[in-house]
């Protein structure tokens, strides 16, 4: 079980609370966790990635064990605290009040 | 990174040694300020570098708020506080620089006002001038530092650039609904800047400013007095900067969460082989039409026009896009669609009617006029101004938010 800290907006385009959670089958990646996260929530498709490129919306970013992994390679392998749950995946998005 | 050691940048204190005369304290300061000389880490040279030094606190809103009072009471020597609206109603839940009896004054007077009731030592410089790129790199050059304590991406986006072209830290907080954001953006310290992390803001209306989603009103003083600590940090040259850090805060678990920031060696502004010279125009970069509360070349409806029309009996459907909360508050009786579920709702709507849509501004509604345009609307209007501009020209008995 891969935990998900989404932002505000993408927690209301999904109907969803701040986090989900989501299974991989095989390497857990950032590739796989964002499939799965978008086969789980089909109306999250071409929010964080682009539909077409896959490439991350340049106002998220993606943050593991408080590190930015944003710009890694998405098929690199996560570390093993976000593959069985103990940290979150998170997304983080930006915020402009003030 | 320590802020004491920078490689790039000695502390502002050392920069500013040996303090002259007028930069002493005072047998009345030396009292006022007792419980910092106290403290070895800042004593008499972090006090006299607080009293030489100068911020620019840009926005006194929810973030500004705190930290000019705190600054202030801290003993910074001059406080340029930039904003260029009026105190509302609506401010004062947040916003301690103002009071009830504010409303309709420039918000640079109240902040003169109150900043001056707390610390009669302190230079105010109230900036009334809306930021922009014509005049932003004038008005920060006096400063050391500079706050950001803004409340839209255009202005963040120009503060940026701005702060690296002229080398200056920018202490950047923000905030939504009942979450925080803190950094330090200082690129000539050899941390990121806010093109690092964020290179491009989201589309308007994406995401909701918190006219439109809300924040819980002391969520932006802990944010702001954060910022103030950065600023105060810097300034007497000790503690740990959150350089290359992200704080963020939840309200609803009271949790604090750090992240490490990466320099983007081909960020635009700060990077390798930057791009960014000059400062550029922010509405446009960030897909803001000047001056409207809509998208652009849409067809837009005045609430006069709307008024004129629904009054001589004519069939327009009212779709509101706003949240379920937003509708309680007050509503015009348009058929409640909130952003989120208009693509699922859609057969709820007549292509064949003419729609006007509004929202509280007219951003959101700006964006769900695009959604319906991509399934084959045709006959749509986006209300100018939203259901705010009905309640300003329209009915002054509805309900503000």
């Known amino acids: 079980m891969i935990r998900v800290t989404l932002p505000y907006h993408l927690r209301t385009l999904a109907g969803t609370g701040a986090e989900v959670t989501v299974d ?36 998220l970013r993606f943050f593991v064990c408080g590190e930015d992994v944003s710009l890694a390679s998405p098929e690199d392998p996560l570390p093993e605290e976000i593959a069985s749950g103990r940290e979150p995946f998170m997304v983080i998005g930006a915020i402009a009040g003030g | 990174m320590h802020a004491s050691s920078a490689p790039r940048e000695p502390p502002l204190k050392d920069r500013m040694k040996p303090a002259p005369p007028e930069r002493e304290l005072s047998r009345e300061e030396v009292a006022r300020y007792s419980r910092h000389l ?30 000019a009072m705190y600054l ?20 004062l839940q947040r916003q301690l620089l103002h009071a009830t009896t504010d409303i309709g004054r420039p918000k640079t007077d109240s902040a003169r006002d109150t900043i001056g009731g707390i610390n009669p030592h302190v230079i105010v410089r109230p900036i009334e001038s809306r930021l922009d790129s014509g005049n932003a790199l004038e008005i920060l050059s006096p400063y050391d530092v500079i706050i950001d304590g803004s409340d ?60 439109e989603g809300g924040v819980l009103g002391v969520l932006p003083g802990i944010i702001g007095s954060l910022q103030a600590l950065e600023a105060i940090k810097i300034v007497i040259g000790r503690g740990d900067a959150l350089t290359g850090k992200l704080l963020l805060f939840d309200a609803l678990g009271t949790k604090f969460r750090e992240l490490t920031l990466k320099k983007d060696p081909s960020c635009p502004a700060c990077g390798d082989n930057p791009t960014i010279r000059t400062l550029i125009d922010y509405e446009d970069f960030c897909g803001v039409p000047h001056g409207t509360g809509g998208t652009g070349d849409q067809a837009e409806i005045t609430v006069e026009e709307l008024k004129r029309r629904l009054d001589g ?5 009212l779709l509101d896009v706003r949240e379920p909360l937003e509708y309680g508050i007050c509503n015009i009786g348009g058929h409640l669609i909130p952003p989120g579920e208009l693509a699922m709702r859609i057969t709820e709507l007549d292509p064949a009617r003419e729609i006007v849509v509004y929202c509280k501004t007219g951003i959101r509604s700006a ?6 345009r991509q399934k084959g609307f045709q006959k749509l209007r986006n209300l100018t ?13 509805m309900a503000r938010y």
């Open chain 2, 152 to 211: 839209n991406f255009p202005t963040r986006y120009l503060l940026n650039d701005a702060c690296v072209i002229l080398g200056k830290p920018n202490i950047y907080g923000s905030v939504f609904r009942f979450e925080g954001q803190v950094s330090v953006f200082y690129p000539k310290a050899g941390g990121p800047c806010y093109r690092c992390l964020y290179p491009a803001p989201p589309p308007p209306g994406l995401v909701p400013s918190c006219a």
């Open chain 2, 367 to 372: 964006r769900a006029i695009e959604t319906l």
């Open chain 2, 72 to 91: 202030a009471a801290a003993g910074v020597g001059k406080i340029g506080i930039a904003d260029a609206d009026v105190v509302d109603l609506t401010n």
């Open chain 2, 313 to 317: 009996g004519e069939e327009i459907f």
């Open chain 1, 24 to 59: 991989v089958d095989g390497p857990v990646t950032r590739a796989s966790v964002l499939d799965a996260l978008e086969t789980a929530y089909p109306m999250l498709r071409g929010t964080i990635r682009d539909h077409d490129t896959k490439e991350r919306r340049p106002f």
């Open chain 2, 38 to 67: 106290l403290l070895p880490e800042v004593g008499q040279g972090g006090q006299k570098a607080l009293k030489a030094a100068s911020v620019l606190i840009v926005g006194a809103g929810g973030l500004g708020s705190p930290a």
């Open chain 2, 385 to 397: 101004g939203g259901i705010d501009a009905w309640a300003d020209r329209i009915d002054h008995t």
